[in-house]
């Protein structure tokens, strides 16, 4: 299962993906966390990253495109993974394919974490204050959301015309519910492997 999941900054991708790759079994692969990694171990591609992202810019194609063929070609992620942050740009998207298309793979469902404005800036702003993000202040947030709906939504439209499953989800309200939101949606379109949950006849509420 090949699942990315999209969203607005601050909108729970990274807490969400956390979860639902535990009851997947499969790998949570977040670009953001590869790519601050290597800013902290101050390696060739950290310090060249590092500057794009206190600035909340993104980070050039290709340079992510390796990191995430590299992370997927691990062992680990031969059952899948759950892809939290990218593809983040239509080309990137479009690499990706081709990449997993190569292994007879691709993408199986996206899930889009719907978010209003106001909450997203409440919590990046409270994470602000508890996690010390370089990109988590006013200039680097208002970068961060018109990327967002400037160059990440399109690829929301290129796998709806792709015809992979996109499957929105409310993602306001506590983890659990959203965590329980996505389950439920996941489920319905009968994207859920088997826990035993299931099995037992129940849906995954
Ligand atoms: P995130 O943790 O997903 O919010 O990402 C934090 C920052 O990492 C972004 O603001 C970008 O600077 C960079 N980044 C993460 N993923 C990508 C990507 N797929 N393409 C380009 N830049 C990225």
Same mark, same amino acid.
């Given at each position: 299962?090949?699942?990315?999941? #999209?969203? /607005?900054? =601050?909108?729970?991708?990274? @807490? ?7 009851d $997947?079994?499969?790998?949570h692969?977040? @670009?953001g ?20 992202? %206190? ?6 194609? *290709?340079?992510?495109?390796r990191?995430? *063929? ?8 031969? !059952?899948?993974?759950?892809? +939290? ?7 990137q998207?479009?690499a ?8 007879? &793979? ?5 899930? $889009?974490?719907?978010?209003?404005? =106001?909450?997203? $800036?409440?919590?990046l702003? +409270? ?7 370089? +990109?988590?202040? /006013?200039?680097?947030i208002a970068?961060? $959301? ?13 796998? &709806?015309? *792709?015809? #992979? !499953? #996109?499957? %929105? ?8 519910? #959203? ?9 319905? %379109?009968?994207l859920? !492997?088997?826990t035993? &949950? ?5 849906? %995954?509420?």
């Amino acid at each position: 299962m090949i699942c990315v999941i #999209v969203g /607005p900054p =601050g909108g729970g991708k990274g @807490t969400q993906a956390e979860r639902i790759a535990a009851d $997947l079994r499969v790998p949570h692969v977040s @670009t953001g966390e590869l790519l601050r990694a290597e800013a902290a171990a101050g390696t060739p591609l950290g310090r060249e990253v590092g500057p794009l992202l %206190a600035a909340g810019e993104l980070v050039p194609d *290709e340079l992510v495109e390796r990191l995430v *063929e590299q992370r997927l070609a691990a062992p680990d992620a031969a !059952p899948g993974a759950i892809l +939290d942050g990218y593809p983040r740009t239509t080309p990137q998207a479009r690499a990706l394919d081709r990449r997993l298309a190569a292994t007879g &793979r691709r993408v199986n469902v996206v899930l $889009l974490l719907e978010v209003d404005e =106001g909450t997203l $800036l409440r919590r990046l702003l +409270d994470r602000a204050a508890t996690e010390h993000r370089a +990109d988590d202040n /006013p200039a680097s947030i208002a970068e961060r $959301l018109a990327e967002y709906r400037q160059v990440t939504e399109p690829v929301i439209d290129h796998y &709806r015309a *792709e015809r #992979v !499953p #996109v499957l %929105a989800v409310d993602g306001k309200g506590p983890v659990d519910t #959203v965590h329980a939101r996505i389950l439920r949606a996941l489920t319905g %379109a009968g994207l859920l !492997p088997l826990t035993g &949950r299931e099995s037992k006849g129940g849906s %995954a509420r």
